[in-house]
């Protein structure tokens, strides 16, 4: 009868190569990292900020401030309108 699971001796030199490339890759990936994180904040806060312009622009911060902007206006035109303005 044979064993079903063979047990292997793990070559200590090739342990320590993997270890070593491991650490090289991983502290490469972390030189590197920092930069596309800095560069997609940028770009995340530039798109949200014009996001909330176009937001603004299209909802008004309060209402009756520009209810009541509105109706001036219309009144001062229909005054022109009517040449009461002197």
């Not at 063979?6 to 590197?32: K, M, P, Q, Y």
């Not at 930069?35 to 299209?58: C, D, F, M, P």
């Not at 911060?61 to 219309?74: N, R």
């Amino acid at each position: 009868m044979t064993p079903k699971h063979e047990r292997r001796e793990i070559d200590s030199a090739a342990l320590g190569w993997g270890f070593v490339i491991g650490l090289l890759a991983g502290g490469i990936g972390a030189l590197f990292r920092p930069v596309r994180l800095s560069i997609s904040r940028a770009k995340l806060e530039t798109t949200g900020q014009s996001l909330r312009k176009k937001l603004e622009s299209i909802v008004p911060q309060d209402p009756v401030a520009e209810s009541i902007a509105e109706g001036k206006a219309a009144a001062q035109r229909r005054r022109t309108q009517l040449s009461l303005d002197r």
